[in-house]
């Protein structure tokens, strides 16, 4: 799930976890007194001050027996890939995307997320995001849907704003369309620089006025808006 899951270190015996609202790792105590004395005396060195809670997807799961439709960053992202390039395949007969993935330990982070307070994280993130929806675009694929003499310096994002136009859309319900990929770009540009870069932007470009509170609300942010961004890219190229 979203924030729920199983901790499953290679040398240590596996336990469910959650991740609450403000960002700290919940676990059930009977759960840890299972656990060895070594493995608790690990965890209890982690424990801290309560705040925020319980996470509500793991007492939903495992208290009141009623797990929640929580999809996880890798499903909603893979679900948004796969109807995209569906709809493209219908209607230009060519795959959007190419079959690259993020490894194994790159899906880990994303589904993961922040666990620090570091905005840097969130950044890291957004670059692994970015290679995995935009860069795995087939700019050939993008300049086939167009047809004709396309501008070669066009990449995915700019392209895909020209197929939204070709389909009737204007020019600003396109760039509209197309901003949380924009904006995810920024963030991807801005995990290469030094410093604390202008975030502000980028997450206006995602929908909100202000960047969130936290970095795993703006994880959160981030994930759900490129997700509704590449669904509204399909139904666009649907109607």
């Given at each position: 799930m979203r924030n729920w899951g199983i901790a499953s270190p290679p040398t240590r015996e596996s336990i469910d976890i959650g991740i609450n609202s403000q960002g700290l790792v919940n676990a059930f105590a009977p759960d840890l007194a299972d656990l060895n004395v070594a493995e608790q005396a690990y965890w209890a060195s982690f424990s801290s001050l309560p705040s925020?809670?319980?996470?509500?997807?793991?007492f939903e799961t495992r208290i009141q027996n009623n797990?929640?439709?929580?999809?996880?960053?890798?499903?909603?992202?893979?679900?948004?890939r796969s109807q995209l390039n569906t709809v493209f395949q219908q209607k230009?007969?060519?795959d959007?995307?190419?079959?690259?993935?993020?490894?194994?330990?790159?899906?880990?982070?994303?589904?993961?997320g922040p666990i620090n307070?570091?905005?840097?994280?969130?950044?890291?993130?957004a670059k692994i995001l970015y290679g995995w929806v935009i860069e795995t675009?087939?700019?050939?694929?993008?300049?086939?849907?167009?047809?004709?003499?396309?501008?070669?310096?066009?990449?995915?994002?700019?392209?895909?704003?020209?197929?939204?136009?070709?389909?009737?859309?204007?020019?600003?319900?396109?760039?509209?369309?197309t901003a949380p990929l924009v904006g995810l770009n920024e963030l991807r540009i801005g995990s290469a620089h030094i410093g604390n870069p202008a975030l502000e932007s980028a997450f206006q470009?995602?929908?909100?006025?202000?960047?969130?509170?936290?970095?795993?609300e703006s994880w959160n942010l981030c994930v759900d808006?490129?997700?509704?961004?590449?669904?509204?890219?399909?139904?666009?190229?649907?109607a």
């Amino acid at each position: 799930m979203r924030n729920w899951g199983i901790a499953s270190p290679p040398t240590r015996e596996s336990i469910d976890i959650g991740i609450n609202s403000q960002g700290l790792v919940n676990a059930f105590a009977p759960d840890l007194a299972d656990l060895n004395v070594a493995e608790q005396a690990y965890w209890a060195s982690f424990s801290s001050l309560p705040s925020g809670g319980v996470c509500e997807e793991l007492f939903e799961t495992r208290i009141q027996n009623n797990p929640p439709d929580s999809p996880g960053v890798n499903e909603l992202i893979q679900n948004a890939r796969s109807q995209l390039n569906t709809v493209f395949q219908q209607k230009f007969s060519v795959d959007i995307f190419t079959d690259g993935e993020p490894s194994d330990q790159d899906q880990s982070k994303l589904s993961i997320g922040p666990i620090n307070s570091q905005y840097s994280e969130v950044l890291e993130l957004a670059k692994i995001l970015y290679g995995w929806v935009i860069e795995t675009m087939s700019i050939v694929s993008l300049r086939s849907a167009l047809g004709g003499t396309v501008d070669k310096n066009l990449r995915q994002i700019k392209l895909l704003e020209k197929v939204l136009m070709a389909k009737g859309l204007d020019i600003d319900q396109a760039r509209l369309t197309t901003a949380p990929l924009v904006g995810l770009n920024e963030l991807r540009i801005g995990s290469a620089h030094i410093g604390n870069p202008a975030l502000e932007s980028a997450f206006q470009m995602m929908g909100t006025s202000a960047i969130p509170q936290t970095p795993r609300e703006s994880w959160n942010l981030c994930v759900d808006s490129v997700t509704v961004c590449l669904n509204s890219i399909a139904s666009a190229l649907q109607a």
